[in-house]
């Protein structure tokens, strides 16, 4: 009755103590070879804290069969009383089967987990060469190599070293395994030794010191004749070639044999394959060449990965000063690399084909090569080097995360970034190295198995629900490290950095006083200032600026006014220069900072709309932050920010705060957008950028006005009017046309409520009026908005506001037919729709007139025209080259489409639109002019607005003509996408477009 008791408390223990198999260790542990430790409770909670206790005591009882009697028993009292040794050998053996059969293999290497000196602790290539020393063939060397493998493993999975330290031991140990190979291979082959000079350079993680478990060893083999240089001591070519054909006869030979004792299995298994691969030619090269023949590969030959791979490049043994001659000739091209030819689309496309190439059954799994694996942090890091340390010897680090907090100290990656890259980093490595420990196989693959899944996340101290824990983990971490790996390997700013000459990355005073001048800037001494402003001295602020300012010359350089650009950049700057955000945004973010470049170089308004509101500089690195927002959202935030303010003034000036960001969001969209390429934008792109433009200030105005009035009403009335109360758009507002700096042609209507004095709503509605059009026009550094209420009944001589049945009255009486055609653009923007609905029912009939106009009204409507063309063009203004009034320019599109309008609205409901290019294309599918002359007409008027918004975008101020200074005139052609020196071109272009629309005017509108 005794037994099953005691063995149902042992297996409930068992259990207790993270056993999955508690009957199996329940027969183990009563083996008489287990009596000593059987019951002992210290022992199960070491097996306990182990990775996987059921492989520990299986790996425990191997090793104490395998003891002679009296071995056993000193294994055993060790083992009770030393902690230190308890846990080192449990913790391996609960990590690794394949070190737990080592052990049962050679039973005494058990005492290389004893004693730990502090020296002991961190040891480094001198302490693994004693280790190996013995070692005089293949299977004695692999023998010795697995004993110092125990150690290493022991300090890792007892939490010693950590995952930086491991790996740098690991290549350690490589390294002086390569030595001992080296050495056995010299042993057996004297005369090949005396014959030549072999220098061992490590590549890829063993050259980088971050080795795994379980890796191809890459090295690449240099070697020369002798004891001297291959031309040392030769008395004529002929022999001088003959001993260097000797010497690396006598080289690769000693090479391959070296080769050949790493990678070969015996009995005791094998160490590691040695990759020389990542030598010239690959493998259709020779094992071994010269150092100059090394060189000339390099100069003539070599492709950007080889460049890349030589980041890791480490001599670690043979002969160390070729191996050091070796490096010092080929340094020099690694960090040329990056000026060459497509150098970073290079790197990237290497990198797109490493993931195509992973098994579509493995991509989930891959923790290397796969998306967001260690390879995304390696390749974005060694990207990173060689762009930037070319002129900043502190980021030459063949170390990942060495190289890693180098470029976060430089300014080059964003500390939090680093940090977060640094973590996912270790903890991927730390998750490879427990999946290769198990059985010391080269394998990146995360096992699928539960069991294996429990034993890798509980070597990693996740031991609530190993399983779960570890897959959230690995996940999260792989998350982090593929955005920030897409956020940093394909920076735009890292391309245009790599194609700055060599000495333009890092500029002294004096070269940068030369480029500047050879960029085009007028006054270099001022724009030097400016750099040496933004730039000096030590702190992580300016070393971002020094980063980014060669790169930004250029882009200024590209634009018509390349000091203007510098000097916005400074105010800019030093507007935000304790913003934390603000440098890490033009960094890290897109195309933030070619986009912040674009716009502070392309003329006044934008700059001068974000100086006085900088932090919209974050729209810039948003790929969605140059959309124009919706009318909807837009009323939203107004409304919501008037509702905040205490006073109607402070409302009305948070109305036109929003309008002054939005209007910096559509101007710097307009820039980017039209910014010229190699190939102008298609006509279509330029049409939806005008019509994007047009929409986007439209529904701006219409917001600000309707906050307005809110203000104006929540102020005297609170929270109704007296009286229902309207805005109509006119003109270019009506049409949604509006350019940056045109007014806002309105109309007022409003309607008594029911029970009010007319009188009293008269008077309510002119107060509203009044007080919208003083609030809105309070002189400030924004741009104006202008409320015109002139194309109102009686215009100027007329009431202001008007009831909607006074309209009627005045429509039915008086209405001439230049007031019937202003009506086509008449659309409600504020206040209440049912009124703004209701004046549209009662104008459309007057805007399309049943039965269309008769001839008379078409003579007056030609008349008028003619007439606004010879009195309102401004006196001297060439008709060729006035936007609006001029030859073929906005008024003769609109008018020739209005006047379609009028005649056939009535019939064709295509032409019942307010924007002048809806009208044009109805028109045209209606068969009412040609495909020829729409897009002739259309053509015309997208140009002469664009010209327009160009004026406004580039001098800060509306204009009709194009500008006479010789820069502002060069920057609307920048705007319009003509390169620099091309502004007669421009010009001619416009005179042409015009012109043929002009041809069609006379025919259409003209009758000609």
């Known amino acids: 009755m005794t037994g099953p008791g005691r063995r149902s408390s042992t297996f409930t223990r068992l259990l207790r103590h993270g056993f999955s198999e508690p009957a199996a260790a329940e027969r183990l542990l009563g083996l008489p070879e287990m009596a000593p430790v059987q019951s002992d409770p210290v022992l199960l909670d070491a097996l306990g804290a182990t990775a996987d206790p059921d492989l520990a005591l299986r790996g425990l009882v191997r090793l104490v069969e395998a003891q002679e009697l009296e071995e056993r028993r000193v294994l055993l009292d060790t083992l009770l009383t030393a902690k230190p040794l308890r846990d080192r050998l449990l913790g391996v053996l609960g990590a690794s089967e394949a070190l737990g059969d080592h052990l049962a293999r050679h039973p005494r290497d058990w005492h290389a987990l004893v004693m730990y000196e502090s020296a002991d602790l961190h040891p480094g290539v001198a302490d693994f060469e004693r280790g190996l020393a013995e070692a005089v063939d293949p299977v004695s060397l692999r023998v010795a190599y697995r004993r110092c493998l125990l150690s290493i493993a022991a300090r890792d999975v007892c939490g010693t070293t950590d995952v930086a330290e491991t790996a740098a031991e690991l290549a350690d140990l490589a390294t002086a395994t390569l030595r001992a190979a080296l050495g056995i291979a010299r042993t057996a082959a004297p005369e090949d030794a005396a014959a030549c000079r072999l220098a061992v350079v490590a590549m890829g993680k063993c050259g980088g010191n971050e080795l795994n478990y379980v890796s191809d060893v890459d090295v690449i083999f240099v070697g020369e004749h002798g004891g001297a240089p291959c031309s040392s001591g030769a008395e004529s070519p002929g022999e001088d070639e003959a001993d260097e054909g000797r010497g690396l006869r006598a080289a690769t030979r000693l090479a391959a044999h070296m080769m050949r004792i790493c990678s070969e299995t015996t009995v005791e298994g094998t160490i590691w394959p040695v990759d020389a691969n990542l030598r010239p030619e690959g493998r259709n090269g020779p094992l071994v060449r010269t150092l100059s023949s090394h060189v000339a590969y390099y100069q003539r030959w070599a492709k950007t990965w080889e460049f890349q791979a030589l980041l890791k490049a480490r001599p670690v043994a043979g002969d160390m000063a070729l191996g050091e001659e070796y490096l010092e000739a080929l340094s020099p091209m690694v960090w040329q690399a990056a000026e060459r030819e497509n150098f970073v689309p290079d790197v990237q496309k290497m990198r797109r084909r490493v993931v195509e190439t992973i098994p579509a059954a493995h991509l989930d799994r891959e923790l290397k090569l796969g998306p967001g694996g260690l390879r995304d942090v390696e390749f974005a890091v060694q990207l990173l080097q060689l762009v930037h340390g070319r002129a900043d010897a502190t980021l030459r680090s063949g170390t990942t995360l060495h190289a890693l907090r180098a470029l976060a100290a430089g300014g080059y ?95 002294s005073p004096r070269a940068a006083g030369q480029r500047l001048e050879a960029l085009g800037y007028a006054d270099p001494v001022a724009a030097l200032r400016h750099l040496e402003a933004l730039s000096s001295g030590v702190t992580r602020k300016a070393a971002i600026q020094r980063t980014l300012l060669p790169v930004l010359l250029g882009w200024f350089a590209d634009s018509a006014d390349p000091d203007a650009g510098l000097l916005n950049f400074r105010k800019v700057s030093d507007a935000l220069g304790k913003t934390p955000w603000y440098l890490r945004l033009l960094r890290d973010e897109g195309a933030a900072a070619e986009n912040l470049a674009r716009v502070l170089s392309a003329g006044r308004l934008a700059p001068d709309l974000l100086l006085r509101a900088p932090e919209a500089v974050a729209l810039l690195g948003d790929p969605e932050g140059l959309k124009p927002r919706s009318r909807d959202h837009l009323e939203q935030e107004v409304m919501a920010a008037v509702g905040r303010a205490e006073t109607v003034e402070a409302a009305v000036t948070a109305a036109r705060g929003v309008r002054r960001r939005e209007l910096f969001r559509t101007s710097a969209g307009d820039l980017i957008g039209s910014y010229g390429t190699e190939e102008s934008p298609a006509e279509a792109d330029r049409g939806a950028l005008v019509d994007q433009v047009g929409n986007a200030v439209t529904d701006l105005t219409a917001a600000t006005i309707a906050g307005a009035l809110r203000a104006v009403v929540r102020e005297q009335w609170g929270d109704e009017l007296p009286t229902r109360f309207a805005v109509i758009g006119m003109g270019r507002f009506g049409g949604h046309e509006l350019g940056y700096g045109s007014d806002a042609d309105v109309v007022f209507v409003h309607e008594p409520r029911e029970g009010v004095d007319e009188q009293e709503a008269a008077k309510a509605a002119n107060t509203v009026v009044t007080e919208i059009r003083r609030l809105l026009q309070v002189p400030s550094a924004d741009p104006p908005l202008l409320i015109d209420a002139d194309l109102r009944p009686e215009g100027k001589s007329g009431p202001m506001v008007r009831t909607l049945a006074s309209y009627e009255a005045y429509y039915r009486r008086w209405s001439l037919v230049w007031e019937s055609q202003a009506l086509l653009r008449a659309e409600p923007m504020a206040g209440d729709p049912d009124l703004g609905r209701r004046f549209l029912e009662l104008v459309d009939p007057l805007r399309y007139p049943v039965e269309g106009l008769g001839d008379d009204a078409v003579r007056e409507i030609r008349r008028l025209k003619a007439r606004m063309e010879s009195e309102r063009l401004p006196r001297g203004a060439d008709p060729a080259l006035h936007t609006k009034l001029g030859r073929g320019g906005l008024s003769d599109v609109e008018w020739t489409v209005q006047l379609l309008q009028m005649r056939h609205g009535w019939v064709e409901p295509g032409l019942r639109t307010t924007r002048t290019r809806e009208a044009l294309h109805a028109a045209h599918a209606a068969g009412l002019l040609s ?53 007669g071109d421009m010009l001619d272009d416009y005179r042409r477009t015009t012109r043929r629309a002009r041809a069609v005017v006379e025919e259409l509108f003209y009758g000609a």
């Open 931 to 983: 495909t020829e002359y729409a897009q002739i007409l259309d053509e015309a008027w997208v140009l002469a607005t664009r010209v327009r918004n160009g004026v406004m975008l580039v001098r800060g101020r509306p204009g009709d003509t194009f500008p006479s200074e010789t820069r502002e005139l060069a920057a609307v052609g920048r705007y319009l996408g003509y390169e620099a020196g091309h502004v």
């Open 413 to 507: 990656v964003g500390r939090a970034d680093a940090a977060q890259l640094d973590e996912a980093y270790r903890f991927l490595r730390a998750m490879e190295h427990r999946i290769q420990l198990y059985r010391l196989r080269r394998t990146h693959l995360v096992p699928e198995e539960e069991s294996n899944l429990r034993r890798i996340g509980r070597s990693l101290g996740l031991r609530a629900d190993p399983v779960a824990e570890l897959n959230k983990e690995w996940k999260r971490h792989a998350t982090v490290v593929r955005r920030l790996h897409e956020k940093l390997f394909y920076r735009p700013l890292l391309d245009a950095v790599a194609q700055l000459a060599p000495g333009e990355t890092r500029l």
